[in-house]
């Protein structure tokens, strides 16, 4: 794993517990932006010891400092990702999967309509729920930075 965890959780200015490393191991191997419970099954694999309320907690600290985003999906899931480069969410109607994707010309859109508004764009991520046409392969950029 090369995803520099030593280095993020200095910055959040956290301590690198056992279970922290666990969870953030656990959300680097995973690419399909999991929920808490499934976050959850996959841990205990690796680590029996780890208990649902451990799992939680975790969770929403690392979300807090910024080592992981919470995502609030439209079908009412919360859903949990490493905090990476900006990149945008397109949901399968059908079967729920999460696929990502950017685009340059939205990104340059959205910071001249904010900027029109007297703000500068910190941080955004665009969420669509898509319908899938026929079987075409959907070319979406699995982003593995680490
Ligand atoms: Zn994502």
Redesign the pocket.
């Known amino acids: 794993m090369s995803y520099p965890i030593e280095e993020r959780f200095k910055q959040a200015k956290i301590r690198l517990t056992p279970q922290r490393a666990l969870i953030v191991e656990t959300l680097v191997e995973s690419n399909d932006?999991p929920d808490a419970d499934l976050i959850y099954r996959r841990a205990i694999q690796k680590d029996s010891s780890i208990s649902v309320a451990t799992t939680y907690r975790t969770l929403n600290l690392l979300g807090d400092v910024g080592i992981l985003?919470k995502?609030n999906m439209q079908d009412g899931k919360v859903r949990f990702?490493i905090e990476?480069d900006d990149?945008?969410?397109l949901v399968d109607e059908e079967n729920g999967r999460?696929h990502?994707f950017k685009n340059d010309e939205l990104s340059a859109l959205i910071n001249k309509t904010i900027g029109e508004m007297g703000y500068d764009v910190v941080n955004f991520?665009v969420e669509v729920i898509g319908k899938k046409r026929g079987d075409t392969e959907c070319g979406c950029i699995q982003?593995n930075v680490y």
Do not use: P, S, V
Request: charged share 40%.
């Open positions: 932006h985003r995502l990702e990476r990149h945008n969410h999460i990502e991520r982003i």
